[in-house]
């Protein structure tokens, strides 16, 4: 068949050797022929010649190196988060308040199920005023039916009386993680995977559940398309046989526009088992999904109190930091992972948490060192300079919740870790000096897939205040481009296929209204995304 050329109004190659173009040529199977310039383009035979994207901008697609399918699924529920969200299917949702709009959202969510759980997802106490949310608060929507509230860093969620009477819970449960009130009486609140998933199963808002169905997986696609992003991982699957013949099957029908890069969560099965079931997954990697690695979740969230913080511990608060894996048992994981040669991606959020995974991975790398490892400590938000020096000594990657500055930056200042720590949080300036390699990323759902406001949040620091956290770790928008393109390849060990437009690598781009170097780094995240264009096709935002 024909090669197309498409023009553009400007091509950011991420390719030092050509940084930019005018031109891309893509073969019909999807790989990347020429770039350059018209006169680059000429005596190659019949050409299709594509100016659809005359007065756009191309970059290589962009590589989103830490969300979930549940950004698909989650929408399902009901949206209660303090920030205006947009979902897969445009619809704009309102933020909630205040523990009243809450309960009045969910009354009405719940006429219009007429029977069974009430599910809401996207809280964060740290932004309504007055008492936490619990129970009784719920117990206001129904007393006949439970009602789940999943809070923004999901590793918390809060139940009414019947929701927690599903999972056995009373006053005498005694269960880490199940929260009692002074009077000894259930909270309503629970903290992380232990007390959660007996509650979270019974409703239909496990993470199995919401691990993709195939409308969660186009859903994902549709968010990733009005992003600009062509690569995403899912970094917590447990990859039971029912989705991966979902995942294998919704990927393959025409039209699909992403590629998925799931992670076998480490929970999923014994930890001897682990392993074998990740080299049995990689040996079943599509072009569109990619499997063989392994995701580690070892402590909690900052702004939900359950990291594990070194000393001193929360600015304010209560620590309630916990363990989803402990250290001796993350010793050992690590350990026989690294020896079976499995990338690893470990959830590192307080810096208590990344030190056990830099002495584990030590440990491990001392007994079996694995050239080009790239095992990545994934959000890694508290870790300091000296901690920074062991992650590069060990040549590992880090992909850092850049998001967090924006979106929590003032509640760390003021209530989490305070003013020193939060200036210092997810530290991308030191990483790169370092020689670290950097990506950035979303968490989505837990705060929008959208990797150019991401890459504006690491360019800026700044808070939804105004307030800049740390100047000293702001980091260049070119390298922010390239943390949101080549360094989340490099991480998930793609960057030979993806991540920047080179002959020979795969034709993903993403389409762009707006330059972004003539918007400048003020204005980076008001850079319009037009869509992307997937394996040489172009795809509209909106259009599927």
């Known amino acids: 068949m ?14 030092p050797s050509r940084p930019e173009a005018t ?3 893509v073969s019909h199977d999807g790989r990347i022929l020429a770039v ?4 680059e383009m000429q005596g190659r035979g019949d050409l299709h010649h594509d100016d659809r994207f005359a007065d756009k901008v191309l970059m290589p697609g962009f590589v989103e190196g830490h969300a979930h399918m549940m950004e698909g699924s989650v929408w399902r529920f009901t949206y209660l988060g303090h920030y205006d969200r947009v979902a897969p299917d445009g619809r704009l949702w309102q933020g909630v308040t205040s523990t009243h709009a809450l309960v009045e959202r969910l009354r009405d969510r719940a006429a219009e199920l007429g029977d069974g759980p009430v599910v809401g997802w996207g809280f964060d106490p740290l932004f309504v005023p007055g008492d936490r949310l619990s129970r009784l608060d719920l117990d206001r929507v129904s007393t006949t039916r439970p009602v789940v509230v999943l809070h923004s860093n999901m590793h918390l969620l809060t139940a009414n009386s019947v929701a927690l009477d599903l999972a056995g819970y009373d006053e005498h449960t ?18 992380e995977m232990g007390a959660m998933f007996p509650v979270m199963r019974r409703v239909g808002a496990s993470f199995r559940a919401m691990g993709g169905d195939p409308e969660a997986i186009w859903n994902f696609a549709r968010s990733a398309c009005r992003a600009g992003v062509t690569t995403s991982t899912d970094l917590l699957n447990e990859l039971g046989d029912e989705v991966l013949a979902d995942l294998f099957a919704t990927t393959a029908e ?15 099965l014994p930890p001897e088992a682990v392993g ?7 040996a079943q990697s599509t072009d569109r999904v990619r499997l063989g690695g392994v995701k580690i979740v070892t402590d909690g969230s900052i702004q939900g109190f359950t990291a594990q913080l070194s000393a001193p511990g929360y600015h304010r608060g209560i620590d309630n930091g916990i363990w989803n894996i402990a250290p001796e048992a993350l010793n050992l994981l690590v350990d026989d992972l690294n020896r079976q040669g499995i990338q690893m991606h470990i959830h590192v959020n307080g810096d208590g948490a990344s030190l056990a995974a830099i002495e584990a991975l030590e440990a491990a790398l001392a007994g079996h060192f694995r050239p080009d490892h790239r095992h990545v400590l994934q959000h890694c938000q508290m870790a300091d300079r000296a901690q920074l020096r ?14 967090h500055l924006y979106y929590f930056g003032d509640k760390h200042y003021e209530v989490t870790i305070g003013p020193e720590r939060a200036c210092r949080m997810n ?6 000096e370092m020689g670290i390699p950097l990506a950035i990323h979303s968490d989505a759902p837990i705060t929008p897939l959208a990797p150019l406001v991401t890459a504006w949040c690491a360019v800026n620091r700044l808070t939804d205040s105004g307030r800049q956290l740390g100047t000293s770790e702001r980091i260049p928008l070119d390298a922010a481009l390239y943390a949101i393109t080549l360094g989340a390849a490099h991480t998930l060990k793609l960057d030979a296929e993806l991540g920047s437009v080179e002959v020979g690598k795969r034709a993903d781009f993403a389409v762009l209204e707006d330059d972004p170097h003539a918007l400048g780094p003020e204005r980076l995240r008001e850079v319009r995304v037009w869509g992307t264009v997937f394996g040489g096709t172009p795809v509209a935002a909106g259009s599927f």
């Open 36 to 39: 350059g310039g018209p006169e």
């Open 2 to 15: 024909i090669p197309t050329v498409f023009s553009a109004r400007r091509i950011i190659t991420m390719d």
């Open 427 to 432: 530290p991308c300036a030191s990483a790169l």
């Open 276 to 282: 074998a079931r990740a080299k049995e997954l990689r």
């Open 254 to 268: 025409a039209g699909y526009p992403l590629r998925l890069v799931p992670m076998l969560s480490a929970m999923a």
């Open 390 to 403: 062991r992650i590069a000594a060990l040549q590992c990657c880090v992909n850092l919740f850049a998001n």
């Open 23 to 25: 031109h891309v040529m």
């Open 174 to 191: 005694d269960v880490p993680g199940v929260i009692h009130t002074e009077d000894g009486g259930l909270h309503g609140e629970l903290h």
